[in-house]
Structures are given as C-alpha cells and as structure tokens.
C-alpha cells in the first residue's frame, strides 16, 4: 500500500517536499513514479526512478525545479520541488510498477504502473 502526503500550501516561489512511503514493498526493487492531475486534466507525469535511473519531466513548466529522489533506508520516496508555481496546483500520486518489465518508453504512461498512493494535494497561491 502507498501513501503519499507532505501536500498543503504555499506561496509561489516556495518549496515543498512530498513523501510517499510503502507498506509491504521495498521501493528500491521498483519502478516507481511521480505524477500529478488537476480536475479535469489528464494525469501527468513528473518524476520517475526507472531501474534505479532517474527522469524528470522535460516539460518546461517543470523541469529544473522538480527532483526525485529514495531513501531506501526509510522505504520512501520524495519529491522536492521549489520556485513553485500556481500552476503546480494540482494532487500528486505516487505510483509504483512491481513487474518489473516496464519499458523506458512508458515511464511517463500512468497506465504503465499498477498501485498508487492515494494522492495529496498541493496548492500554491500568487
């Protein structure tokens, strides 16, 4: 079972850190995944680990502030992200993919991955 949290509000240009920690699964063995939807909107991709590799979306409304990053000590996942934007107003999930067999071209599918957190919301103000 994943559960995300660390969401709230914030001022635009703050920072944030989510945290997405896993009950029954060791999140090193996975595929594992950042994404975020706001109402109405597709679900959109953030930040993966892909086989112990790290992405980050090339969208220009996120690249360079967000990062993803696992203690595996801890079994958990975080996502940093500063200067943030309204436009990062949005639920975050995590997600994880356990088969193991997921190609690098669908590391941004959310059909790709099968469990995710229950999402946490995240609002930055103007």
């Not at 914030?10 to 595929?31: D, E, H, I, P």
């Not at 996120?62 to 992200?81: C, E, H, P, W």
């Amino acid at each position: 079972q994943l559960q995300a949290f660390g969401g709230g509000l914030v001022q635009a240009g703050g920072s944030l850190r989510l945290s997405c920690t896993a009950s029954g699964r060791t999140f090193g063995r996975y595929n594992m995944a950042w994404f975020r939807q706001d109402p109405g909107k597709e679900r959109e991709f953030v930040a993966a680990f892909w086989r112990n590799r790290s992405f980050t979306s090339d969208v220009d409304s996120v690249k360079g502030r967000f990062t993803i990053s696992i203690d595996n000590a801890k079994n958990t996942m975080y996502l940093q992200m500063n200067n943030m934007k309204p436009d990062d107003t949005a639920v975050y999930y995590c997600a994880v993919e356990t088969g193991g067999r997921m190609i690098l071209s669908s590391v941004k599918n959310p059909s790709a991955y099968n469990a995710w957190g229950q999402g946490t919301l995240v609002t930055v103000s103007s």
